[in-house]
């Protein structure tokens, strides 16, 4: 018999401690902590070890338990790519205002959109024994880079736990889907209705989906009109004021015949439209802008900024709702529907 069937039979009526992780892992009961509640300073090899010896000895499960008996359905974990984003603020808001109703609190984590991160970061509410978990922001289009944290989920809601996402993942949970793929297409066809046939596409990190589905609407459009799909130009930067300021130099830089920018958020439209201020460049006489999403501050820039509207408040609000009914047998779906918002920023295409 194996030493961890030797270690079951022993103690057939009583869990595993943290103590047995460590002493099977040689190391120290801070090292099996920090490993099992996703923290820094440990390597990823011992935690990973750790982590496997956890589980043969049905250690993983006990986080869990204790959320249910310690009462800590009351906080809900909820994790952004960018805090400073008003995309995610505006979310946050909705999980917000819905948890306040319900008499729930809720602790935000930030991931930086790097899935290891993200990782660590549910690793680390679940070990603060929240009783929901809702991931917002785009999935990641290789499904493997969300395996690990498809398998913790699972866990989590298998000893009771609730999850919910915002945004197209891999997790095989609850979700809110934003109307990404058809917003794309709406700012594009809304573009050739001015008559540019020369667009570029200020993208975010490529591995997005959320930058997959969006950019899947634009070129879908420019295809279906047969205006030089093939040569759309497509620049990626990250998913950022700075990655639109980025972005648009390369565009002005390599595509100076351009007429119109997608930007495949506000965020980076906002970029674009500070780096045409300052290069000079006409918006919308020489250069139309179009973004994404219609955050608080897109009728406040000048030009005020055409864009895709997306119910950011009630997504974050159907999220937290979702996560708050019964687990139902297959994950829920609940689409946003969009709104193109025409505003100064974009005109017909220049005649020169």
């Known amino acids: 018999m194996d030493v961890f069937g030797e270690l079951r039979m022993s103690r057939a009526n009583q869990r595993p401690r943290l103590v047995d992780v460590a002493e099977h892992a040689a190391v120290s009961l801070a090292t099996a902590s920090r490993a099992l ?3 820094d300073g440990v390597s990823a090899e011992v935690a990973d070890r750790i982590r496997r010896i956890a589980r043969e000895l049905g250690y993983v499960a006990n986080p869990y338990a ?7 359905r009351s906080t809900v974990g909820l994790i952004v790519h960018q805090v400073d984003d008003p995309y995610f603020s505006e979310i946050s808001a909705g999980v917000i205002h819905l948890a306040a109703e319900q008499g729930l609190l ?26 929901i978990i809702l991931i917002s922001g785009s999935g990641y289009d290789d499904p493997r880079v969300e395996a690990e944290a498809r398998a913790e989920l699972a866990a989590f809601q298998e000893h009771g736990g609730r999850v919910a996402a915002i945004g ?32 570029a596409v200020a993208a975010g990190s490529a591995g997005l989906t959320t930058v997959a589905d ?8 420019v295809r279906l009109r047969g205006a030089y799909g093939a040569d759309l130009a497509v ?26 920018i997608v930007a495949l958020n506000d965020a980076m439209a906002i970029g674009v439209l500070s780096t045409l ?26 030009p005020s900024l055409t864009t ?16 708050l009914k019964p687990r139902s047998a297959r994950p829920r779906r609940r689409r946003t529907g969009h709104l193109l918002v025409v505003r100064d920023s974009t005109g017909p295409a220049p005649t020169t």
Do not use: K, W
């Not at 602790?107 to 930086?112: H, L, V």
């Open 308 to 323: 895709i509207r997306l119910p950011m408040t009630e997504m974050g609000r159907t999220a937290l709702a979702l996560a």
């Open 106 to 131: 809720v602790q935000i984590c930030q991931s930086g959109r790097d899935p290891a991160y993200e990782l660590q970061q549910l690793r680390h509410l679940i070990a603060q024994r929240v009783g």
């Open 66 to 72: 204790r959320t249910l008996a310690g009462g800590a």
């Open 168 to 199: 197209r993942h891999a997790l095989g949970v609850d979700a809110v889907l934003p109307d990404n793929e058809a917003g794309g297409f709406a700012l594009a066809e809304h573009l050739m209705d001015l008559g540019h046939r020369r667009i």
């Open 37 to 39: 509640a996703g923290r």
């Open 235 to 260: 620049v990626h930067s990250d998913f950022t004021r700075g990655g639109g300021r980025a972005a648009t130099e390369q565009i002005l830089n390599e595509h100076p015949e351009t007429t119109a």
């Open 214 to 221: 969006r950019l899947a609407g634009v070129s879908s459009a």
């Open 277 to 302: 201020r300052s290069r000079r460049v006409a918006v919308p006489a020489r250069m139309s802008v179009v973004g994404f999403d219609d955050v608080s501050v897109a009728a406040d820039l000048a």
